[in-house]
């Protein structure tokens, strides 16, 4: 199914994220996750795209898989360090396995500084463009509530966001965030600009101390004081830790559904476990939001 379709017939969509095995050896753990988060029932699923090398082409394989079970998939996919050739051999393969939504993206600069980008894609609005002419597909993209990192300004930040959507982005997600207060911020500036499409918010489970170092080191995101008395204090505790974690989120989530956000995208980094507790907690609030 069409993810604009889904966003505009339902009040609350609730969709997950997960991201294929760098090594093959590992592909099917991560069809056990599909098949765990599929038992919660999301509205999509979506995995994410490594560029390069075999993860790209498990990002397919994986899609196709979740496919099979009845639940949406969504195939991102990058650009910045592809061809246009390559760009349209993934293309061709999502259409011919039926997959129709695909969320574009630029993709980070590779850490080697003297990676030379082969300069078919510059940006991600250059994708969505490539990907709109090549078939009928629904396309999202990502945005940054608190600012892409090599922003300097969120000002020009929206006004380049709001380029992507007149590329024929049809919804967003946002990375993660942890002050909910960001993405209201961020969502009344982007309307502000005229950016009206459906924004999913991304909610990022924090369960191990280590993981929020590396995840705001990527993000850049701000981490409310709450957040970080958590982990100074359960920081050390892995089951306290995760506990936390999952309450934190959940609290996020409440708040924002109660707030009238109808799009909730958790980052399941693989860990259906720690989505079904989740899930489990809002059981309710969802059944009503729905
Ligand atoms: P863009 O929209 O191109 O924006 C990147 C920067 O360029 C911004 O600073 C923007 O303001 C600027 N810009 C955009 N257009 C223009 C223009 N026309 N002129 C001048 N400046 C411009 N990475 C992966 O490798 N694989 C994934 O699967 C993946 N999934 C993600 C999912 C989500 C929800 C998010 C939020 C991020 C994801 N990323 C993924 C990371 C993403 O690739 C990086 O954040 C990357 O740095 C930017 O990608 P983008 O698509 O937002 O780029």
Redesign the pocket.
């Known amino acids: 199914m069409n993810i604009s379709d889904i966003l505009e017939t339902r009040k609350l969509t609730v969709s997950f994220?997960i991201?294929p095995p760098k090594q093959d050896s590992a592909f099917d753990a991560v069809l056990g996750y599909v098949d765990d988060l599929v038992t919660l029932s999301p509205d999509f699923i979506?995995?994410?795209?490594?560029?390069g090398g075999g993860t790209s082409a498990n990002?397919v394989r994986i899609a196709s898989r979740i496919q099979e079970t009845g639940v949406t998939p969504l195939a991102?996919?990058?650009?910045?360090s592809s061809t246009r050739d390559e760009v349209h051999r993934i293309i061709d393969e999502l259409s011919a396995k039926g997959i129709g939504n695909v969320?574009?993206?630029?993709?980070?600069?590779p850490k080697d500084p003297d990676f030379v980008p082969p300069g078919d894609f510059?940006?991600?609005?250059?994708?969505v463009r490539e990907i709109r002419s090549r078939g009928d597909f629904c396309v999202?993209?990502?945005?940054?509530p608190e600012?892409?990192?090599?922003?300097a300004h969120m000002d020009?930040?929206?006004?380049?966001?709001k380029?992507?959507v007149d590329e024929g982005c049809s919804f967003?997600?946002?990375?993660?965030f942890f002050d909910n207060n960001m993405l209201y911020s961020f969502l009344y500036r982007a309307q502000a600009k005229g950016i009206n499409v459906p924004v999913?918010a991304?909610i990022m489970p924090v369960i191990n101390a280590s993981q929020i170092k590396r995840m705001v080191e990527?993000?850049n995101a701000y981490l409310p004081p709450k957040i970080l008395s958590l982990v100074d204090r359960f920081g050390e505790s892995p089951e306290a830790m995760r506990q936390a974690g999952i309450a934190y989120a959940t609290e996020q989530i409440i708040d924002l559904v109660s707030n009238g956000v109808r799009g909730i995208?958790i980052?399941a980094m693989n860990k259906s476990d720690v989505v079904g507790d989740i899930m489990g907690n809002i059981s309710e609030i969802v059944k009503v939001a729905r």
């Open positions: 994220e991201f979506s995995v994410t795209y490594g560029a990002t991102h996919l990058t650009c910045l969320l574009a993206l630029r993709g980070d600069r510059s940006h991600a609005s250059d994708l999202g993209g990502a945005c940054y600012g892409h990192p090599e922003s020009s930040d929206l006004d380049n966001l380029k992507k967003l997600t946002t990375q993660m999913l991304g990527l993000s995208h980052y």
